[in-house]
């Protein structure tokens, strides 16, 4: 678990624009939270961690995928806060990676964690102590984050789409 | 049932609901630019035959880094071109491009009542003209340009009633800095703003995009203002819009695009802005701001000290600068330029100040009127049009430490650079502190001697 304790982690800290400058989707963990003052020690310290733990208002800002993609690159899949910005959050399902939304008042206990453990499936949270904390994904775009597939499913609806504008 | 402007755009573009208050929203319109559009494009070119649903709904405009500054930013720009190109897709490229969410308006890409999908959250900007203009990642716009819809759960709304007359020197990005403020940084989230009152309909189509470009700074999901005849003036005439009859019956159908009188919110919060002050941020949000006459706050968050150099009780105008620019999508358009123009006329700035024109369109216009000599004889630098110094992604970049005031959107940590410090204002606040070498206001500059002719 990598324990980031601030809020409002904005998309400049995660990635800053100056690696904007692909066309491709991957590649881009090398640059994970090189906009954050100690963010590489902090990755440094943690390494394999695949859960992030953080404070309010996570991946506000900007609408730059490559916040998503850098994290799911260095092998994150959940940022677990007590919010999420809105743009940062569709992007987050859209690349497997789970933002689980639980209250403010236990984020200082999972902080102290070294080991957390999420059953997505189930949507259940595990503390090291085994506490159990139950949340809640988005159950549409719960299928995208599990099986992936967020422009088949729209590609899936193009039809029932013009269709609709005809009758429009 | 009585229903909101929101509520109104919204039900026009449901094709269907789907699974946890979810809904599939058809976009009538999509912007793309050169940083977020190669992503989606190219999947859709590798896994779904290239096919888009309907080119003619989508404009490109190469922004961010144009022209390139080097071999990456140039592929991003030639894979726009390229595909726009392929697709016969309207493309703004060199010569005659801006910022989109500049650009767009401008060339009549924007209507009352239209949905809107661009990968940029400053999308919310062209929420002025009364349109559901949403800020989206590369997926969800590929997905909008392979499919013509996007899932998005349906936002709450919150109706901003603002009353009073700004005065003293107040502005639209003041108000907008006010009301971030007054919502705090995330306080708008799971929102769209609706705004209301006689403030609002006082503004002009460049202020409301200054006020709604700053939705997404308070978490909105988008900011919208009622059309109304500035709006129909606006566009009236304007490019890629109809003329004559087609027109006005388009203006028929946008009148009924107001909320009912008796359209109940999700939430409501109003406002008098009859005292409000030129507004300047102190900290690492925009919602951390304060009167430019003010000081930091006591009790203020210790991040955003450290990282600002600061201590709660420092007087803002106490607090000497490296830099100063005027642009970004926020405040770039003619008027903005005009608003700085005014207060630089006749004056000299103290520091490096980069003025930055929102589009090639509003660069020429600007020239048109002299104000680009009015800058250059105060020795700031007038560039071609471009996201330019605002996300320090190429020129105007920021050095560690270095303190700048600007009439952009965001005062992130590193934002304008790495270490780099920002101080948001309005285009006349930053042009005064320009002059100043510190923050500062028009109305402490000293009197201009007027030339006297021969």
Not at chain 2, 103 to 113: F, I, L, T, W
Not at chain 2, 411 to 424: A, C, D, E, Q, S
Not at chain 2, 427 to 453: F, N
Request: charged letters at 20%.
């Amino acid at each position: 678990m990598l324990p980031v304790d601030r809020a409002n982690v904005d998309t400049d800290q995660i990635i800053p624009a100056h690696y904007l400058t692909g066309i491709e989707t991957t590649g881009l963990g090398k640059y994970l939270f090189t906009g954050m003052t100690g963010g590489a020690a902090l990755l440094e310290a943690h390494p394999g961690a695949a859960i992030i733990v953080s404070r309010e208002n996570f991946g506000c800002g900007s609408s730059r995928e490559h916040a998503a993609w850098s994290l799911a690159d260095r092998g994150f899949r959940a940022v677990v806060a007590p919010s999420f910005a809105r743009i940062f959050y569709e992007n987050a399902y859209n690349n497997g990676i789970a933002p689980v939304i639980v209250d403010a008042a236990r984020i200082d206990g999972l902080l102290q964690a070294k080991h957390l453990r999420i059953d997505l499936e189930k949507e259940v949270l595990f503390g090291e102590d085994g506490t159990e904390i139950h949340f809640t994904l988005d159950p549409l775009r719960k299928q995208f984050l599990l099986s992936g597939g967020y422009m088949a499913f729209l590609a899936s609806k193009t039809g029932a789409v013009r269709e609709w504008l005809r009758l429009a | 049932m009585s229903r909101s402007l929101f509520e109104k755009v919204w039900d026009a573009h449901i094709v269907e609901s789907l699974p946890g208050d979810n809904a599939l929203v058809f976009v009538d319109r999509v912007v793309a630019h050169e940083i977020t559009t190669p992503q989606g494009a190219l999947e859709i070119e590798r896994k779904y035959g290239d096919k888009l649903f309907d080119p003619a709904r989508i404009v490109a405009i190469n922004d961010h880094v144009s022209p390139a500054k080097d071999t990456e930013t140039a592929i991003q720009a030639k894979v726009l071109r390229d595909w726009a190109k392929r697709h016969g897709i309207v493309l703004y490229d060199i010569g005659k491009n801006g910022i989109c969410h500049v650009v767009a308006p401008e060339r009549g890409y924007v209507e009352p009542g239209m949905t809107l999908a661009c990968g940029d959250s400053h999308t919310c900007t062209l929420g002025a003209f009364g349109a559901f203009a949403l800020g989206v990642g590369s997926t969800t716009q590929g997905g909008a340009m392979l499919a013509g819809c996007l899932v998005l759960q349906r936002p709450k709304v919150m109706r901003i009633t603002i009353d009073g007359r700004l005065q003293g020197g107040a502005t639209a990005k003041d108000l907008a800095l006010h009301v971030i403020a007054t919502l705090g940084f995330k306080g708008g989230t799971g929102y769209v703003l609706e705004y209301a009152g006689s403030t609002i309909a006082a503004l002009s189509m460049d202020e409301r995009m200054t006020l709604c470009n700053m939705a997404i700074e308070a978490g909105a999901t988008t900011g919208m203002c009622p059309p109304d005849e500035t709006t129909f003036s606006y566009l009236r005439g304007r490019e890629n819009q109809p003329t004559g009859d087609a027109f006005e019956r388009n203006v028929e159908r946008w009148r009924t695009l107001v909320a009912d009188a008796d359209a109940t919110y999700d939430a409501e919060i109003a406002l008098n802005v009859d005292n409000l002050r030129p507004m300047v941020s102190w900290g690492t949000n925009p919602g951390e701001a304060v009167p430019v006459d003010g000081a930091v706050p006591a009790g203020a968050n210790d991040a955003s000290l450290r990282y600002m150099d600061l201590s709660p009780g420092t007087a803002l105008r106490s607090l000497a600068l490296d830099q100063a620019f005027i642009g970004s999508c926020t405040n770039s358009r003619l008027s903005d330029l005009r608003a700085a123009a005014d207060v630089l006329r006749g004056r000299t700035v103290s520091i490096p100040t980069i003025v930055t024109p929102g589009s090639q369109a509003v660069k020429r216009a600007a020239e048109r009127e002299g104000l680009h000599d009015v800058f250059q004889d105060a020795g700031a630098l007038w560039t071609h049009s471009s996201c330019g110094p605002c996300l320090g992604m190429s020129m105007g970049v920021l050095a560690p430490g270095a303190r700048c005031i600007s009439s952009s959107n965001r005062n992130f940590p590193g934002r304008m650079g790495t270490g780099g410090r920002v101080h948001l204002a309005s285009p006349a606040v930053v042009a005064a502190s320009a002059v100043l070498g510190r923050i500062g206001s028009p109305e402490e500059l000293a009197p201009v001697a007027e030339a006297v002719p021969a």
